[in-house]
């Protein structure tokens, strides 16, 4: 079974700082893993994505994420906050392996609050 | 690249009628078609999964005589809402996938649903 966990209600950030929204997941084969934001009333929009490859992944607007399969862990990076960046994020994460689902599975948000 | 629309943005109706949501893909072939709901501060919830030319697959708890859902072309799957009361008012959100490997969702910026 595929699950993903953003143990994060909110993260507050300053601007200029750097900012971090965690996610960690749980797959039994190899995961896929996403980024996406979703702004106030409107859809959902794509950051970047773990398949295969390099552990640190670059994505859209300067956001980064590292996986680390020793820890689980695909946590959301960006090394210094706009106040544009105040968003919902959303984790999500597919397990490849025999228990799997084709589907990803999201976390329930975290949402940033960059202050000026 | 990699649009998703959704028509409306916005719908209010009486209840006991029934709305229809569409979703494109505007550049792109989707072989899948997902819709979900949200909540208010909470976290996606997945109804049903569509494949072009063939029966949704609901998930469990989802009424598919109450959401009916229709993938009636590769750029094209339709929501209606039958008979609509007011515990159905949410966010609705489509997202489509390419397939044949590509693994990104792209999401439709969403429908908000509200049942007098």
């Known amino acids: 079974a595929q699950s993903v966990a953003q143990p994060e209600d909110q993260v507050n950030v300053a601007e200029g700082n750097p900012l971090t929204v965690k996610c960690t997941y749980s797959?039994?084969?190899?995961?896929?893993l996403f980024w996406y934001v979703q702004y106030p009333n409107r859809g959902l929009q794509f950051l970047l994505k773990?398949?295969?490859?390099?552990?640190l992944v670059k994505g859209s607007y300067g956001f980064e994420a590292e996986f680390n399969k020793s820890q689980t862990s695909f946590h959301l990076k960006k090394p210094s906050a706009l106040v544009s960046d105040s968003a919902l994020y959303f984790c999500a994460v597919r397990d490849t392996g025999g228990g799997g689902s084709y589907i990803p599975t999201f976390g329930r948000g975290t949402s940033l609050i960059v202050h000026p | 690249g990699a649009v998703v629309s959704q028509h409306p943005s916005r719908v209010i109706c009486k209840s006991g009628t029934s709305v229809k949501i569409e979703c494109r893909s505007l550049d792109f072939q989707a072989t899948t078609m997902f819709w979900y709901r949200q909540f208010p501060k909470q976290s996606l919830m997945l109804m049903a999964t569509s494949n072009e030319g063939s029966k949704a697959t609901y998930e469990q708890g989802v009424e598919k005589d109450k959401f009916l859902i229709n993938h009636a072309s590769l750029t094209l799957s339709t929501l209606t809402v039958t008979s609509a009361h007011p515990e159905d008012s949410s966010f609705y959100i489509c997202?489509?996938?390419?397939?044949?490997?590509?693994?990104?969702?792209?999401f439709g910026p969403g429908t908000r649903l509200l049942v007098l």
């Open positions: 997202s489509a996938r390419v397939g044949g490997g590509e693994e990104t969702q792209y």
């Open positions: 773990y398949i295969t490859g390099d552990n």
């Open positions: 797959v039994s084969g190899n995961p896929y």
